[in-house]
């Protein structure tokens, strides 16, 4: 496993939650100290958003399956709708 990622997950990611909690059961929280708890946290939830979102032209890779594609009408259902407007 790379050093980076490591360090991203467990470190970074662990400092900003621990940042995050000890201002939230403070009596007197600092907005500077949530802040860099949050950007702390940032680098490892962005990876992880990045790696669930589909990228550019990966829609169609994403294992769902695509809604089936209409079939052409009969003449006469033409024919039909075409009288009833």
Known sequence: MNLWK???DIVLTGLGVA???SQIFSLH???LVLGTGLA???P???SHVKALLPGPGDGESSGSPSPPSPQPSSPSAREES???S
Do not use: D, M, Q
Request: charged residues 5%; aromatic residues 0%.
């Open 19 to 21: 940042a995050i909690l």
């Open 40 to 42: 702390l946290t940032v």
């Open 6 to 8: 490591l360090l991203k």
């Open 29 to 31: 929280p600092s907005g």
């Open 82 to 84: 075409a009288g009833g």
């Open 44 to 46: 490892s939830v962005a």
